[in-house]
């Protein structure tokens, strides 16, 4: 294997701007033929790129990557804030230049420069980035007496990251407002959610949260059925639990959810973990409209909803790692597309509660083997003036693992 010099540089740099470079950084900039930032980048290291080619970010920021990548073999350095492979352009860069070709020199990060101010211990804050991802992905991390630290998009990040907080139970939470962390201006203030922000806010900024209130997400799956806006048309908390168990979910994997209902199947899966993603198919309009809402409220709002009918509505899906079908099992045409659309190691699960269902698992039972679970629940209910068990529909789960 044939290793490649690096041609391109990113120096990760502060806003003390060239005062907070190392020796390394500044010497990479002087030498560079072209130099690739945000305009706040640019303007903070004026003083060392001189008369030498600037290129200024475009919008979107992911534009910049093949432009990047088409100046080899020039000297050529991209500025980013802080550490750059933290929610940085860093990582992005290394999906298409070869990470051979590419010598860092980071900065501290914001978060790092946050928990020295706070004395807080990194390796046991939550951290997330709201620069172009929705304020809901914070739901999962809102556990009790939590910190986590947050970069914001904008001004008005803090207020409206508060407004949510309290909508959801928190507004006992504090927020700490770093502003310009690292720099000349740097400042803070402090505020309770529920009371919102009265003063200005740096576009540039920074939240700590000591987190409280609640509700909080419980970690295990199996959500009571209060977490969800539902028509009725939802998994059972105790079958939701063991489907989840039986669906076997693990970093990074996709799920189709086919006849959603509420969307609990897809939206419990990506709890298991922030990289996990799933796509819900529904045919009715109202219920996908359901899943949505869903999703942003218990903080998955990347869960992807697609209405229509299966299995025409699963043309184009990229490849699952599993497939959930909780309506539709009785039409084989579904069934075929999921199995053949599943790689080597991937999971189908599906739940019956019709006899015309039942059949077909046993069927797919038959072919192409797995297991077969039958699933009873009884809840205690009022019977009169007393109280009895209830049972729920059975459920018949049909669990095969391709080969």
Avoid at 374 to 399: D, H, N, S
Wanted: proline share 7%; glycine share 10%; aromatic share 6%.
């Amino acid at each position: 294997m044939v290793s490649r010099v690096p041609w391109l540089t990113i120096v990760g740099i502060g806003e003390d701007g060239v005062e907070g470079l190392t020796a390394a950084g500044r010497a990479a900039l002087t030498q560079a033929q072209i130099v690739a930032g945000g305009e706040r980048h640019l303007n903070l290291a004026a003083s060392l790129i001189g008369e030498t080619e600037a290129y200024t970010w475009p919008s979107p920021i992911t534009d910049a990557v093949p432009i990047i990548a088409s100046w080899h073999p020039r000297r050529a350095v991209v500025l980013a804030s802080g550490d750059p492979f933290c929610f940085g352009m860093g990582s992005l860069l290394a999906k298409q230049i070869p990470i051979g070709e590419i010598r860092t020199i980071p900065a501290p990060s914001a978060f790092s420069l946050a928990a020295s101010r706070l004395g807080w211990a990194l390796q046991e804050v939550a951290t997330i980035s709201f620069c172009g991802r929705p304020l809901e992905a914070i739901r999962p991390l809102l556990q009790p007496k939590s910190r986590i630290l947050a970069l914001s998009a904008d001004a008005g990040t803090p207020s409206a990251l508060a407004a949510l907080l309290t909508r959801w139970g928190f507004g006992d939470t504090t927020i700490r407002v770093l502003e310009q962390i690292g720099g000349p201006q740097e400042d803070s203030f402090s505020f309770k959610a529920s009371r919102g922000i009265h003063d200005a806010v740096s576009a540039l900024n920074l939240m700590a949260l000591d987190v409280a209130g609640g509700p909080a997400l419980p970690l295990s799956p199996g959500l009571d059925e209060d977490w969800f806006e539902t028509d009725g048309q939802i998994t059972k908390r105790e079958v939701r639990a063991l489907t989840i168990a039986s669906l076997a979910p693990r970093r990074g994997e996709l799920l189709w959810d086919i006849g959603a209902g509420s969307g609990s199947i897809g939206i419990e899966w990506m709890l298991r973990h922030p990289a996990n993603r799933s796509i819900a198919i529904e045919a009715r309009a109202d219920r996908a409209a359901r899943i949505t809402r869903n999703a942003q409220n218990l903080g998955v709002p990347a869960l992807i909803v697609r209405q229509g009918q299966a299995p025409d509505a699963l043309d184009g899906f990229p490849v699952p790692d599993a497939v959930f079908i909780g309506g539709g099992a009785a039409n084989p045409a579904i069934t075929e597309l999921c199995w053949s659309a599943l790689k080597s190691g991937g999971r189908l699960v599906v739940n019956a509660v019709t006899l015309e269902t039942e059949r077909a698992v046993l069927d797919l039972h038959a072919r192409w083997g797995g297991r077969l679970t039958r699933i009873g629940i009884e809840r205690l209910e009022p019977l009169g003036t007393m109280q009895g068990f209830a049972p729920a529909r059975t459920v018949l789960q049909y669990r095969a693992v391709k080969p």
